[in-house]
Antibody
Framework: QVQLVESGGGLVKPGGSLRLSCAAS????????MTWIRQAPGKGLEWVSY????????YYADSVMGRFTISRDNAKNSLYLEMNSLRAEDTAVYYC???????????WGQGTLVTVSS | DVVMTQSPLSLPVTLGQPASISCRSS???????????LQWFQQRPGQSPRRLIY???NRDSGVPDRFSGSGSGTDFTLKISRVEAEDVGVYYC?????????FGQGTKVEIK
């Protein structure tokens, strides 16, 4: 079945870096555009970044522009989010999601928690 | 950025009764390709979000038919025809017509 499994979260100090991964299975990963969405503790959902199916197009929220980089490896069925210069306000559960029906975020992973604290 | 405004933010409902959530956008969500990219999500307590509706009115596979989406332009509605206990959670609208993509604040549905 369709599955997305995020990993790589953890505790990091302000200014530090972290790389999140999302392993996809059960569908043709290279045909789907992918999205990262986050949710701060007790808060709502915030879109973070998008990547097209080939990786040729990427978009970012203003809050992470210049600090985060989205990428993918279609041969490995994997999506990544490289996060640098992390701030306390980046603390959140990070979800990866795939499109379906020509629209975003049809299927979500279980999320991975990133905590930025000294 | 397109601002998505949901109302109400809290919705106590009686089991078996209908419920309705409004989502208004600060700009039209009609894309240049003619589609309206407005999605609805349900997040049950302790779970990942789940998409219910895409392109304003298309129900996702496996979503009960008591859920329906409607609307156009800047004004959208998610309706639950008869609320069941498993519908408790927070509901979000999200627009993917304009960059950056944006979510509504969320509407918490609880049973009276």
């Amino acid at each position: 079945q369709v599955q997305l499994v995020e990993s790589g979260g953890g505790l990091v100090k302000p200014g530090g870096s972290l790389r999140l991964s999302c392993a996809a299975s059960g569908f043709t990963f290279s045909a789907c555009y992918m999205t990262w969405i986050r949710q701060a503790p007790g808060k709502g959902l915030e879109w973070v970044s998008y990547i097209s199916n080939t990786g040729s197009a990427t978009y970012y929220a203003d809050s992470v522009m210049g600090r985060f980089t989205i990428s993918r490896d279609n041969a490995k069925n994997s999506l990544y989010l490289e996060m640098n210069s992390l701030r306390a306000e980046d603390t959140a559960v990070y979800y990866c999601a795939r499109d379906n029906g020509g629209a975003a975020a049809a299927v979500w992973g279980q999320g991975t928690l990133v905590t930025v604290s000294s | 950025d397109v601002v998505m405004t949901q109302s109400p933010l809290s919705l106590p409902v009686t089991l078996g009764q209908p419920a309705s959530i409004s989502c208004r956008s600060s700009q039209s969500l009609v894309h240049s390709d003619g589609n309206t990219y407005l999605q609805w999500f349900q997040q049950r307590p302790g779970q990942s979000p789940r998409r219910l509706i895409y392109k304003a009115s298309n129900r996702d596979s496996g979503v009960p038919d008591r859920f329906s989406g409607s609307g156009s332009g800047t004004d959208f509605t998610l309706k639950i025809s008869r609320v069941e206990a498993e519908d408790v959670g927070v509901y979000y609208c999200m627009q993917t017509t304009h960059w950056p993509w944006t979510f509504g604040q969320g509407t918490k549905v609880e049973i009276k």
